[in-house]
């Protein structure tokens, strides 16, 4: 797979429990294609907090200690409104693979929100894969970017 994304750096992934079980398959997938992978867990279906795995993928990708990142919750906005507090983070809630593009074309998102209840774990995959090999059109765009 071509990516966008600088291959030499992990990607940062994480989850909460409703996401768990997609955040293993996704990490899985990854780790096949030849992705260093860190995951901040969660790492049960025990209940947690959204934001205590968030914030750590999160500050991987302000710090540049990660390419990117992905963060799966029950809807993608909890682990979105928490990723989208940290500088230079520019976290995307996605449904369909159309959505992912713009978000990357348009809005140059780096981390990736994920609705584990809301799409299949196929879908998620597919989002995934459309994430890491969509570039950022630049441009007009660019100008909005430096904006958020």
């Given amino acids: 797979m071509n990516t966008t994304f600088d291959k030499s750096l ?21 780790t096949a294609e030849g992705w260093q992978v860190v995951d901040k ?13 968030a914030h750590p993928v999160a500050t991987m990708v302000e710090t540049g200690a990660a390419t990117a990142g992905i963060l799966v919750c029950g809807s993608g906005n909890g682990v979105c409104m928490s990723a989208n507090k940290h500088a230079g983070v520019r976290a995307a809630l996605c449904w369909t693979e159309e959505i992912v593009s713009l978000a990357r074309q348009h809005n140059n998102a780096n981390v990736l929100c994920l609705p584990a209840r ?8 597919s989002m995934v ?6 570039p ?8 909005r970017v430096e904006k958020i």
Wanted: no cysteine; glycine share 8%.
């Fill in 41 to 53: 867990g969660t790492n049960s279906l025990d209940s947690v907090d959204y934001p205590d795995f």
């Fill in 10 to 30: 992990p990607l940062a992934i994480g989850a909460d429990h409703a996401g768990f079980e997609y955040k293993e398959e996704i990490k899985k997938v990854l």
């Fill in 136 to 143: 950022f059109e630049g441009g007009r765009h660019e100008r």
């Fill in 129 to 134: 894969d459309t994430f890491l090999v969509t």
């Fill in 118 to 125: 809301f799409v299949s774990q196929e879908k998620a995959n």
